[in-house]
Nanobody, 116 residues
């Protein structure tokens, strides 16, 4: 059974930084493109960033480009999201999944709250 566990969220002031982690268990994700998504209250879940299994290819939503950085450690089955210059509009629950996302892989997410 696949399990994705996100962590690292919290409350931060605008302009601050957080680093999210996503640990995969149950199978290796070495060969998958992995991604972060987020869902703000009352809104749909949106794509944030993705990374190839080699780590050499990344892409980002326009809203986070230049502020967020995705990375991965295949040996530890872990994907990271470094978030800098956070804005109140970044407030959401953040999730990781493979790309394209698998319905059965959604975890509980980690809450990120950015105060103004």
């Amino acid at each position: 059974q696949v399990q994705l566990v996100e962590s690292g969220g919290g409350l931060v002031q605008a302009g601050g930084s957080l680093r999210l982690s996503c640990v995969a268990s149950g199978r290796t994700f070495r060969d998958y493109r992995m991604a972060w998504f987020r869902q703000a209250p009352g809104k749909e879940r949106d794509f944030v960033a993705s990374i190839s299994w080699t780590g050499l290819s990344t892409n980002y939503a326009d809203s986070v480009k230049g502020r967020f950085a995705i990375s991965r450690d295949n040996g530890k089955n872990t994907v990271f999201l470094q978030m800098n210059s956070l804005k109140p509009e970044d407030t959401a629950v953040y999730y990781c999944n493979r790309m394209p996302p698998a319905v059965d892989y959604w975890g509980q997410g980690t809450q990120v709250t950015v105060s103004s």
